[in-house]
């Protein structure tokens, strides 16, 4: 659930970044026309009325709110506006791996392997 939660906002605030949230008023608007349209006249008359280009005034604010956010953005940033593609590369650093300094305790058992002292040259006798 907490998952589907955090797909739907991270969907939700990608739609508001890249200004979504304008075609979906336009959207509602046009919903808007189509129903108030259908409910004197047919319904292939009221959905051609709909987009003949008479716009309502929820078009009107979708439409400012379109131009000014896109009058927000520099002019390099607009889309087109550039004939050139920038391409960045940074090469990565070399991947460098290294087995670990130390044992983990457990795995080996460690009694009896470390040694101090060397190994007596012929063996003693008694």
Known sequence: MRRRLSIAALLL????ANGAVWNVVQVVA???MFRDYAEVLPTAQALRLTFAGEACELC???QA???AARDQLPRDAALGASDRLLLVFQAAPPLVM???EFAWPGLVPEIG???WDGVPVPPPRV
């Open 113 to 115: 392997r470390l040694r």
């Open 98 to 100: 290294s087995p670990p």
């Open 13 to 16: 605030a990608w739609l508001c």
């Open 30 to 32: 046009w919903a808007k």
């Open 60 to 62: 009107h604010f979708a």
């Open 65 to 67: 709110g379109q131009d």
